[in-house]
């Protein structure tokens, strides 16, 4: 059956979500925003969704007509692409909302998304791209959307730096001629599994990591010519990651360093903070700094108070707050990134912060136990949000207010409504974009009792 429907939303696959009737439809091809004549697939019975096919675009909202070419050439790495930036915000403003309405959240109108307007291109520090060889050689990219084919053409995505497409062709002509493969992940074969780029301070400090299943002699070989290629790049840090497991990880257990420093540094809010191919840092430098300032805007730690930090990764919302509060505290599962935390606050002459590595869910009782009694708190958990027993324990200690930064609206609302149910009211409410063109929006909420 045709029927005349309006595009509001995009699921992760790239496909536009409209409403007919109660019945939620996904358009491939059709964007948030547009109007279309769509000829839709009669659902199973009992079903509440289906699928749509484009007869004819109508009118387009925020359709933009500077598309990269990367995303034509199939690049999945940017669903939103195609729409303006206007689009991309009020996009993503509706996953948070839409996800707090299912979850049934007392919520306050959020503020304006704070987006990236002034830096659209050239933000990210960080690219991960995937090998390809054919005839014409080997190549690195990203992978086409929904699928593992490599598109070579992302490997020049305008949202990196331009240094680090050198280096990708560096690498990649360094490798030719080698008796190297790409990794095949259906049948745990090939050699050469991912290519890493990050970049610090100022563009200065450059970090490149190859990831390989074994480090055998012909990957080794070929290390050796890739430092000798990078030297034009003055690239600070090379390494191998050796990564013989089944799985998709970027990284391997052990990371040998080839050449230069092991860590390349960093500058946030003043601070300097050493990254190391497997720290977690975010990944947009300039919005970075708008996130972090709202969450501790928001948190607002005082010179009389102890700062909770959970899901501290490397220390740096921690060691921002500590010079603002009398104590803070970080915790982190992942071990290396404590350690690093706790150099990167002496680094930083911050003698007031203190870091434990575990779950925090396993950490936090044996704190509470030693006397733990925050005024403030941040919590920053990854995308599966928060274990289900943390609300509890948070809401047991003597908080006065907490910031919850997420990655994730669906885990973040569903954690909401816990705290709800705990006592605590979601005051403020803000978007944060770090990903334009991404279906990704970071959160910040602030909670008092």
Not at 239 to 261: C, F, Y
Not at 325 to 351: F, L
Request: charged share 20%; proline share 6%; hydrophobic share 45%.
């Amino acid at each position: 059956m045709s029927e005349l429907i309006t595009v509001t939303g995009a699921a992760p696959t790239g496909a536009g979500i409209a409403e007919l009737n109660g019945m939620r439809v996904f358009v491939p091809g059709a964007l948030p925003g547009d109007t279309v004549l769509a000829d839709i697939t009669p659902p199973p019975k009992g079903a509440r969704s289906a699928v749509a096919r484009v007869i004819e675009v109508r009118e387009s909202r925020w359709r933009s007509s500077e598309i990269c070419p990367a995303l034509s050439a199939g690049c999945g790495g940017c669903p939103l692409g195609k729409l303006s930036y206007e689009g991309q915000k009020a996009v993503k403003t509706a996953l948070l909302t839409d996800a707090l309405a299912e979850a049934g959240v007392d919520a306050p109108e959020p503020d304006a998304i704070i987006g990236a307007d002034d830096a659209l291109t050239g933000f990210r520090n960080k690219a991960v791209l995937y090998p390809l060889c054919d005839a014409a050689g080997w190549h690195f990219g990203m992978y086409a959307a929904g699928t593992h084919r490599v598109v070579p053409e992302a490997a020049f995505c305008p949202q990196v730096h331009g240094w680090m497409h050198e280096a990708t062709n560096l690498v990649a002509s360094s490798l030719n001629g080698s008796s190297l493969t790409p990794y095949d992940e259906a049948n745990g074969t090939g050699d050469v599994r991912t290519l890493l780029l990050r970049e610090g301070r100022g563009g200065d400090e450059r970090l490149v990591t190859l990831t390989v299943r074994e480090a055998g002699e012909d990957v080794l070989s070929a290390a050796k010519r890739i430092v000798d290629a990078l030297a034009a790049l003055s690239v600070t840090s090379f390494s191998v990651s050796i990564h013989p497991s089944q799985g998709n990880a970027v990284l391997g257990r052990e990371i040998r360093l080839i050449a230069g420093s092991d860590s390349i540094a960093t500058d946030i809010g003043g601070l300097q903070f050493s990254v190391r191919p497997e720290t977690f840092l975010q990944v947009n430098t300039p919005q970075t700094k708008k996130l972090y300032d709202k969450a501790l805007e928001w948190a607002a730690p005082s010179s009389d108070e102890v700062f909770l930090d959970l899901y501290c990764g490397v220390g740096t919302m921690t060691l921002l707050g500590a010079r603002r509060a009398a104590r803070a505290i970080g915790v982190d599962i992942i071990g290396a990134s404590i350690e690093r935390a706790k150099k990167n606050a002496e680094a930083n002459g911050i003698p007031n912060a203190d870091f434990y590595a575990g779950a925090v869910e396993d950490v936090l009782p044996g704190l509470i136990a030693d006397g733990l009694r925050p005024d403030t708190a941040i919590l920053d958990p990854a995308f599966k949000g928060l274990d289900e027993t943390v609300p509890a324990m948070l809401s047991g200690l003597p908080l006065k207010r907490f910031v919850y930064v997420s990655c994730n609206p669906k885990t973040f609302a569903r954690d909401a409504a816990r705290f709800i149910r705990l006592g605590w009211t979601l005051e403020k409410l803000v978007p944060v974009d770090l990903f334009p063109g991404a279906l990704h929006v970071e959160t910040v909420g602030r909670f008092i009792r």
